[in-house]
């Protein structure tokens, strides 16, 4: 199993950024994938996940109307894209692939930099 993500950003504030996550060595739509990021500093932070199968969604709350999470089964990856974003967006950013309720394997991370 691999999740493999795109490379390091940089934003100016306001902007949006698009992060990548591609899946392979697994039946893509078997399992959720979910988003995680860590600031500077920080803890993990949960941002929500998506159901490769369906595209169905859950976003967290802190998030809703700045995030969509996205999926193309024919290339097997998932995306999530953040909008307006602010230096306090700074932080690298995982897929994780979510298996009965455990997060048991994880991309290598996308760091993601907001600045002016």
């Known amino acids: 199993v691999q999740l493999v993500q795109s490379g390091a950003e940089l934003r100016n504030p306001g902007t949006s950024v698009k992060v990548s996550c591609k899946a392979s060595?697994?039946?893509?739509?078997?399992?959720?994938i979910e988003w995680v990021r860590q600031a500077p500093g920080q803890g993990l932070e949960w941002m929500g996940k998506?159901?490769?199968?369906?595209?169905?969604?859950d976003k967290a709350r802190k998030f809703q109307g700045r995030v969509a999470f996205t999926v193309d089964t024919s290339t097997s990856t998932v995306y999530v894209e953040l909008n307006s974003l602010r230096s306090e967006d700074t932080a690298v950013y995982y897929c994780a692939r979510n298996e009965g309720g455990s997060l048991s394997y994880w991309g290598q991370g996308t760091q993601v930099t907001v600045s002016s």
């Open positions: 060595g697994y039946t893509f739509t078997r399992y959720f």
């Open positions: 998506i159901d490769p199968e369906d595209g169905g969604t």
